[in-house]
């Protein structure tokens, strides 16, 4: 396998060589993949993708032909996190319902073959908008992004988890509490420094979260950046990024979708700087309505309460990746000051007082 060249071309995905730091073994890749994948006649090319922070995913190209590998990253990992094949089983159970994400093609959960587990997914064309502001459109075509974007939301949120196989994929009721509970131990075993506000919110949150045994199939890290548009038309054709999917409470989906009107991160989303009327973007209240319309609901009571919640989870999600990244197996090197964990806690706290 060789490195592929960087593609710069906006709609299409931003790819380079291999990291150092992400390095496999390429020979076992082959001999694994061409045994449990496809055995093209051209030689197989391995490149790595940009973006993302988590899970290091790759291109292989053979020929015409292009798939897509994401495996655990390297080194000592937290507790629960990065479970590649948890990825695997939700997509491969959603796929069968014609729910849209990618066709899985294989699992390996034998890390000897390049060092952690990993799966092999087709490569898709479309679009990926990972500005939210989505420049240089019309506000009509920016209004169908974001109502295709909330209706897939929805429509996730009404699958009948049981009869695709997915009974088992989570622990149904009390969601809030022991996501509070994983969260705090995940940021525990990143921290770096005392965060007052992360201290704040890991002492109030546990007694504001309402009560509520609501079950769905959870994303858990839905958002524009993670979906993936037809290459033409305004209309979903994958749901991306797995990882943090679990059986949960659909609300906390619907939350973490509206950190993008709080946030002020270029990197993982903002809308902030716009006029939503004039964009055609929804504004906050709209988009939870439409999600309201759509799963016959009145209203979100205590939305404030999840959203600060959201705010939590994702400032501890960022606290990882900057510990990763402070000791050299991230993919890009630590901000000095981890301002977004920083931020987001001060901006959850704020929510919370609201």
């Not at 150092?20 to 082959?30: G, K, M, P, S, T």
């Not at 996190?81 to 159970?93: G, N, T």
């Not at 001060?346 to 929510?351: E, F, L």
């Amino acid at each position: 396998m060789t490195a592929a060249a960087p593609d710069t071309d906006p709609r299409q995905p931003s790819i380079g060589a291999v990291r150092d730091n992400q390095r496999l073994d390429e020979a076992a890749l082959n001999t694994w993949f061409r045994a449990h994948v496809a055995d093209p006649a051209e030689p197989l090319v391995l490149s790595q993708f940009n973006r993302g922070a988590s899970n290091p995913t790759y291109l292989i190209t053979a020929g015409t032909q292009r798939w897509v590998l994401r495996k655990k990253p390297p080194g000592t990992l937290l507790p629960s996190a990065h479970q590649v094949d948890r990825e695997y089983r939700v997509m491969s159970a959603l796929g069968g319902i014609g729910f849209p994400v990618p066709r899985m093609r294989a699992l390996c959960e034998d890390a000897s073959v390049i060092g952690t587990a990993f799966y092999v997914m087709d490569f898709l064309e479309g679009r990926i908008f990972r500005n939210a502001r989505l420049p240089g459109m019309q506000p009509a075509e920016r209004a169908a992004i974001y109502d295709d974007l909330n209706a897939t939301l929805a429509r996730l949120h009404q699958v009948d988890f049981a009869a695709i196989g997915l009974a088992d994929y989570g622990r149904p009721g009390n969601y809030f509490q022991r996501q509070i509970d994983r969260w705090i131990k995940q940021y525990r075993g990143a921290e770096t420094e005392t965060i007052p506000a992360m201290e704040r919110l890991i002492a109030e949150l546990p007694a504001r979260i309402p009560v509520s045994d609501e079950v769905s199939i959870a994303h858990g890290d839905y958002r524009l950046e993670n979906v993936m548009f037809h290459p033409t038309e305004p209309r979903i054709i994958a749901v991306l990024d797995w990882e943090l999917s679990t059986l949960g409470h659909p609300l906390a989906d619907v939350a973490y979708g509206c950190i993008l009107y709080h946030s002020t991160s270029e990197s993982w989303g903002t809308l902030e700087g716009i006029d939503p009327k004039a964009a055609g973007i929804p504004t906050e209240d709209e988009y939870v309505a439409a999600y309201c319309r759509r799963t016959g609901r009145a209203s979100i009571p205590d939305f404030n309460v999840y959203l600060a919640f959201s705010m939590f989870r994702l400032a501890a999600i960022g606290q990882g990746v900057y510990k990763r990244n402070l000791i050299g197996i991230g993919n890009a090197p630590a901000s000095g000051d981890n301002a977004n964990t920083k931020h987001l806690a001060a901006t959850a706290c704020t929510i919370l007082d609201r």
